[in-house]
């Protein structure tokens, strides 16, 4: 059974950064794909981007590019999403997810808070 375990949120202010880390365990994730995803109070998950297990090949949202980097350690089956210069909007649940690569993601993790202040 596949598990995601986010961890690393918190509370930050504007124009500091943190890591987030997601830890997958319970199958080969060679042909999958991770994605980090948030949601805000009121407002529709957001994608904020994907790093393929194999290639390591990464894919950012609009509101990620030239803040957030995204990384993998294939030893460790982890998958960190780096943030940089955070904005009170960055604030939200971030959840990791995998999935068959070119299928959606099916599996979830239970997501983590990041509070950014002004």
């Known amino acids: 059974q596949v598990q995601l375990v986010e961890s690393g949120g918190g509370l930050v202010q504007a124009g500091g950064s943190l890591r987030l880390s997601c830890a997958a365990s319970?199958?080969?994730?060679?042909?999958?794909?991770m994605g980090w995803f948030r949601q805000a109070p009121g407002k529709e998950r957001e994608f904020v981007g994907s790093i393929t297990w194999s290639g390591g090949s990464t894919y950012y949202g609009a509101s990620a590019k030239g803040r957030f980097t995204i990384s993998r350690d294939n030893a460790k089956n982890t998958v960190y999403l780096q943030m940089n210069s955070l904005k009170p909007e960055d604030t939200a649940v971030y959840y990791c997810?995998?999935?068959?690569?070119?299928?959606?993601?099916?599996?979830w993790g239970q997501g983590t808070q990041v509070t950014v202040s002004s």
């Open positions: 319970g199958r080969t994730f060679s042909n999958y794909v």
């Open positions: 997810a995998s999935g068959l690569n070119g299928f959606g993601y099916n599996y």
